[in-house]
């Protein structure tokens, strides 16, 4: 089984509609992280999280929101989804030093009406 | 004027080719690291370094701390490598800083 999964992988939905993206994972790690992947823009960070208490904004939060349930689960809402956040959305994790490797899910599709 | 700067954009190269794609970065960091977004968009870390060089298979990976630079080589390519190409740093904390990839399409 995957490491870091996704849920939804796929998802259309209208503008104006909450949306819910959850991420899980078994590695053990306390870091978590969202982002978005845009063509030409590469990936940007949209929240981060230290350990289940700790959650801290990156460069693009508008419009977002996240929770963290517990140290395996990560989750990223849109309180009213806008067309120029559909985009691939990719959660990641990492240990504890900043220099640890970040593990990928495998993304989830995003598109708004 | 991007943290991460990747060239070239776009590289398509012939199977068996020696390959290069660049990096170079403005700040200062802790790590650097090179990434693999397959086809289907899945990403999976290939390198992570700090100084020096490090080799995996065909895959070498190089930095230069004092010109804040990085190179991916890829030897003997293969079209199975055709793939997109990201370099990351670790500037502040854990978070990664990326640039926006290079695309490689290895022909047969």
């Known amino acids: 089984d995957a490491d870091v999964t996704q849920t939804p992988r796929n998802r259309i939905t209208k503008t104006g509609k909450r949306i819910m993206l959850e991420c899980s994972q078994t590695?053990?790690?306390?870091?978590m992280y969202w982002y978005r992947q845009d063509p030409g823009l590469g990936l940007r960070l949209i929240y981060y999280?230290?350990?289940?208490?700790?959650?801290n904004k990156g460069e693009i939060s508008d419009g977002y929101s996240v929770s963290r349930q517990a140290q395996a689960k990560f989750s990223l809402s849109l309180e009213s989804a806008i067309p120029n956040q559909t985009a691939l959305y990719f959660c990641?994790?990492?240990?504890?030093?900043?220099?640890?490797?970040?593990?990928f899910g495998p993304g989830t599709r995003l598109t708004v009406l | 004027k991007n943290e991460v700067e990747q060239s070239p954009q776009n590289l398509t190269a012939q199977e068996g080719e020696f390959i290069t794609i660049n990096c170079s970065y403005s700040?200062?960091?802790?790590?650097l690291h090179w990434l693999q977004q397959h086809p289907g968009g899945g990403i999976v870390s290939l390198f992570m370094?700090?100084?020096g060089k490090k080799k995996h298979g065909r895959l070498i990976a190089t930095i230069n701390i004092q010109e804040k630079h990085s190179s991916l080589h890829i030897t003997a390519s293969h079209p199975r490598d055709s793939a997109v190409y990201i370099c990351a740093v670790t500037a502040s904390g854990s978070r990664l800083t990326f640039g926006e990839g290079t695309q490689l399409t290895v022909n047969p």
């Open positions: 590695k053990g790690h306390d870091r």
């Open positions: 990641a994790t990492s240990g504890a030093f900043s220099e640890n490797t970040q593990y």
């Open positions: 370094l700090s100084s």
């Open positions: 700040v200062g960091i802790s790590a």
């Open positions: 999280s230290f350990d289940v208490k700790d959650i």
